[in-house]
């Protein structure tokens, strides 16, 4: 049972990313997932979430308007879309769902 994030990068402000969270030994449809991040000398914080029943979404008001969150069934796999992306953004990103972390993906938002 495992969580692979990737999509990271570097990226110039008002620039996008897509992270991904795709799961392996387990079908991710069926639970909510998470996600959150962790910039330097600070608290890990979690920053949206989709529900495993009806899709449902949600932001904290720093990254709502921003980020985007969806789901893939067929890849097993839900999407963070990202974009207008601030330096605050600078973190590394992590998935979870049902206590299962992803190794993190580090996203860099600098001119």
């Known amino acids: 049972v495992q969580l692979q994030a990737s999509g990271g990068g570097l990226v110039q402000p008002g620039g996008s990313l897509r992270l991904s969270c795709t799961a392996s030994?387990?079908?991710?449809?069926?639970?909510?997932v998470g996600w959150f991040r962790q910039a330097p000398g600070k608290e890990r914080e979690g920053i949206s979430c989709i529900s495993e029943s009806d899709g449902s979404t949600y932001y904290v008001d720093s990254v709502r308007g921003r980020f985007t969150l969806s789901r893939d069934n067929a890849k097993n796999t839900v999407y963070l879309q990202m974009n207008n992306l601030k330096p605050d953004d600078t973190a590394l990103y992590y998935c979870?769902?049902?206590?299962?972390w992803g190794q993190g993906t580090q996203v860099t938002v600098s001119a």
């Open positions: 030994g387990f079908i991710l449809d069926y639970y909510a």
């Open positions: 979870n769902t049902q206590g299962v």
